[in-house]
Nanobody
Framework: QIQLVESGGGSVQAGGSLRLACDVSGSTYNSNCVAWFRQVPGKEREGVASAYTSSGKTAYSDSVKGRFTISQDNVKNTIYLQMSGLKPEDTAMYYC?????????????????????WGKGTQVTVSS
């Protein structure tokens, strides 16, 4: 049973930083790509950062580009999201996701419906 468990969320003032972590367990082979999404009540889940597991190639939404960095530790099977320059509009539940068994492409790495494994989320709150 593949499981993803996020940690590292919390409350921070605007301009501050947080690092989220996502531990992936239960698989004997690597995912094809991983990603971080966020969601606020009443809105669709938004992809903010993704990475190809093998090449490490990354992609970011325009809303976080230059402020967030996704990284992977393939030995620990952990995905990280370093968030800097946080803004109140970054407040959301953050989810990590992994895609196993299907090819990832530059056109779909930030699309929620293409990921088949999800964590339960960790809350990030940024105050002004």
């Amino acid at each position: 049973q593949i499981q993803l468990v996020e940690s590292g969320g919390g409350s921070v003032q605007a301009g501050g930083s947080l690092r989220l972590a996502c531990d992936v367990s239960g698989s004997t082979y690597n995912s094809n790509c991983v990603a971080w999404f966020r969601q606020v009540p009443g809105k669709e889940r938004e992809g903010v950062a993704s990475a190809y597991t093998s090449s490490g190639k990354t992609a970011y939404s325009d809303s976080v580009k230059g402020r967030f960095t996704i990284s992977q530790d393939n030995v620990k099977n952990t995905i990280y999201l370093q968030m800097s320059g946080l803004k109140p509009e970054d407040t959301a539940m953050y989810y990590c996701a992994a895609r196993f068994g299907s090819v990832c492409s530059d056109y779909d790495v930030l699309l929620a419906h293409t990921y088949n494994y999800w964590g339960k989320g960790t809350q990030v709150t940024v105050s002004s």
